[in-house]
């Protein structure tokens, strides 16, 4: 063995796990006329944006082969995943919250068959899939109404499932939607409005809380010994240089779009920064003195991070046109640092120790909160290129990736942050949003050219391994960042 090859050991009760979502995986199969995702909507009115047309009508097929892909989750050694409830798919009438007995099944189904197959089941309420009627009657989650109805959803998801569900999350990336398709107007429906976005973000704030309000009340932890949290993806944000312009810059990117989810989940407050910014420039959300106390008093017991990437800020060098309504970039611009690690399939810089500096960030700034990884992982495109003669895909790429990012995160524990998990994004390669399969995550790959069939790539038969051993081989950090 190479003298810089050191054994990494998980602690005991570590979280090994993988994840995924109702709607990057289930398909259509089963949904009722009406039932539709704001995704749904969103691909059908712009399916030529979604790489070679794939989207979420059958995605993996999750919904009918469920089985199949649970008995693969053992076989890889997963120890937990983590999924959605389609809200669409739950609940029959979304104003009442009275739940479909279909939809409902299935997912008693999928929660007992992994139960069965010694695989903890993690459940979110929301990755996107919140009902298209409401989209189209209310706005989506620009309404708070909106946020009642979500509330009554999720007493009826902890009523069903609060038995068998140890770990719960209200969404996962809040800030996601809203930032690609009202703050950015990247994506279906195309709008550019500040204020709205913001409104967004508060309101799934209040929903978070009155979510983890209802849970407490009905005592569903309690009960189950359950904990209820939310699945954020800040991005570890790193300036040019330690100028004051630019740390300034690198701290307003870090108010819009990490402290504005993580100080309320944790701390309970909305940064007051935000409120005088967005009010400076006329942004600000609806809110009440009541609303704000709500937010208070319903702090999360978990925190899901989903890390990926580092996000590297400077001052902006330009004046902001007058013309083009306020945005967050207003004091900030991106920065392309040279002779960076890249993912080039992905576009993203690979940097390993944002999970280390997240993790410390955690500890010092965020009360040492019991967290986890809940999305880490590499899409490489092409992987039929990798396959050996048995036509097994040779990821030790992704092997690297996985081991390198948990090198630096079990430092950090050793350290005494409180992280006590790590998911992999993702179990099987699956649609992500306009990318579709672009981009394959998995440790099992989904053949689209073989009428979706699974086969085990050699990161399945790594993570079984580290699974069953608790520990694994990677190069010594030391000599790589100094």
């Given at each position: 063995m190479d003298n810089n090859m050191k054994k990494y050991k998980l602690p005991e009760d570590f979280i090994l796990g993988a994840a995924s979502s109702a709607w990057q995986t289930e398909g259509w199969g089963g949904k009722k006329i009406g039932h539709d995702t704001f995704i749904d909507l969103w691909y059908k009115a712009t399916p030529e944006l979604w790489h070679n047309g794939y989207g979420p009508a059958v995605a993996t097929d999750f919904y009918n082969r469920y089985k199949e892909d649970i008995g693969l989750m053992k076989e890889c050694g997963l120890r937990s995943y983590r999924t959605s409830i389609d809200w669409s798919r739950f609940i029959k009438d979304f104003e009442t919250g009275e739940v479909d007995e279909d939809g409902a099944a299935f997912y008693d189904s999928v929660i007992n068959e992994m139960i069965k197959n010694g695989i903890e089941p993690m459940i979110c309420l929301e990755h996107y899939e919140y009902p298209a009627a409401l989209f189209e009657k209310y706005g989506g989650w620009g309404s708070k109404h909106v946020i009642d109805l979500y509330v009554k959803y999720a007493v009826e998801a902890f009523k069903r499932y609060g038995d068998r569900v140890k770990i719960w999350f209200t969404f996962n990336e809040p800030i996601v939607l809203q930032t690609r398709t009202i703050l950015d107007a990247q994506r279906f429906p195309f709008k550019q409005d500040t204020k709205l976005a913001m409104q967004w973000n508060y309101n799934k704030i209040l929903a978070t809380a009155k979510a983890v309000e209802a849970f407490r009340r009905g005592n569903y932890g309690e009960k189950a010994g359950s904990k209820i949290g939310v699945v954020l993806n800040p991005e570890m944000t790193y300036p040019r240089s330690s100028s004051a312009h630019d740390m300034k810059a690198a701290d307003m990117f870090d108010l819009f779009y990490n402290r504005i989810f993580m100080d309320p989940a944790v701390k309970g407050e909305i940064p007051k920064e935000l409120f005088e910014v967005l009010d400076l420039h006329n942004c600000l959300f609806d809110y009440t003195e009541e609303e704000l106390e709500v937010i208070k008093k319903n702090t999360v017991d978990i925190l899901g991070l989903n890390l990926y990437f580092p996000v590297r800020i400077k001052a902006r060098n330009s004046a902001w046109n007058p013309e083009v309504p306020f945005h967050p970039s207003y004091y900030f611009d991106h920065h392309e640092i040279q002779?960076?690690?890249?993912?080039?399939?992905?576009?993203?810089?690979?940097?390993?120790?944002?999970?280390?500096?997240?993790?410390?960030?955690?500890?010092?700034?965020?009360?040492?909160?019991?967290?986890?990884?809940?999305?880490?992982?590499?899409?490489?495109?092409?992987?039929?290129?990798?396959?050996?003669?048995?036509?097994?895909?040779?990821?030790?790429?992704?092997?690297?990736?996985?081991?390198?990012?948990?090198?630096?995160?079990?430092?950090?524990?050793?350290?005494?942050?409180?992280?006590?998990?790590?998911?992999?994004?993702?179990?099987?390669?699956?649609?992500?949003?306009?990318?579709?399969?672009?981009?394959?995550?998995?440790?099992?790959?989904?053949?689209?050219?073989?009428?979706?069939?699974?086969?085990?790539?050699?990161?399945?038969?790594?993570?079984?391994?580290?699974?069953?051993?608790?520990?694994?081989?990677?190069?010594d950090l030391v000599p790589v960042y100094k």
């Open positions: 002779g960076k690690r890249m993912n080039p399939h992905r576009g993203w810089e690979i940097y390993p120790k944002i999970m280390y500096d997240m993790a410390m960030r955690m500890k010092n700034e965020y009360g040492n909160v019991e967290w986890m990884i809940s999305e880490n992982g590499m899409g490489v495109e092409g992987e039929d290129k990798y396959k050996n003669e048995d036509g097994v895909i040779q990821d030790d790429y992704r092997i690297d990736f996985i081991s390198e990012h948990m090198a630096w995160l079990l430092k950090a524990i050793d350290e005494g942050s409180n992280c006590k998990g790590y998911m992999l994004w993702a179990f099987t390669d699956c649609v992500s949003p306009a990318n579709a399969f672009k981009n394959r995550y998995g440790l099992v790959e989904i053949n689209l050219e073989d009428s979706r069939n699974r086969k085990m790539k050699k990161s399945g038969k790594w993570f079984r391994e580290l699974s069953d051993n608790n520990y694994f081989y990677f190069r």
